[in-house]
């Protein structure tokens, strides 16, 4: 099994900026494709960008193309999302995923097998 843990979430102003951070432990062995996915209250959970294995590729949804940026640190187990120019729709939960049959970034929520608990984040305008 692999455990994901979220952190970095928190209140921000409109225009702001946070980076998340999402540690793997656990059985990880090689590095998989990873994503960031978020679930705003009333709303299904939807893809916000992925990264492939080795950091080479990456995918975004449009909502979020030029404000937000992920990238990874295999050597730390560790993938990142920063997040800038915030807005008050990009509040949510913020979920990191990862999984053991993808290399390349995909936006399916069905490609991924290990999913953390998430972290909050608070745009306020």
């Known amino acids: 099994q692999v455990q994901l843990v979220e952190s970095g979430g928190g209140l921000v102003q409109a225009g702001g900026s946070l980076t998340l951070s999402c540690a793997a432990s656990?059985?990880?062995?090689?590095?998989?494709?990873m994503g960031w996915f978020r679930q705003a209250p009333g709303k299904e959970r939807e893809f916000v960008a992925s990264?492939?294995?080795?950091?080479?590729?990456?995918e975004y949804t449009n909502s979020v193309k030029g404000r937000f940026t992920i990238s990874r640190d295999n050597a730390r187990k560790t993938v990142y999302l920063q997040m800038s120019s915030l807005k008050p729709e990009d509040t949510a939960v913020y979920y990191c995923?990862?999984?053991?049959?993808?290399?390349?970034?995909?936006?399916?929520?069905?490609?991924?097998?290990?999913w953390g608990q998430g972290t909050q984040v608070t745009v306020s305008s």
């Open positions: 995923a990862t999984g053991y049959r993808f290399l390349a970034p995909t936006p399916r929520m069905n490609d991924y097998d290990y």
């Open positions: 990264i492939s294995w080795n950091g080479g590729n990456t």
């Open positions: 656990g059985r990880t062995g090689a590095p998989y494709a």
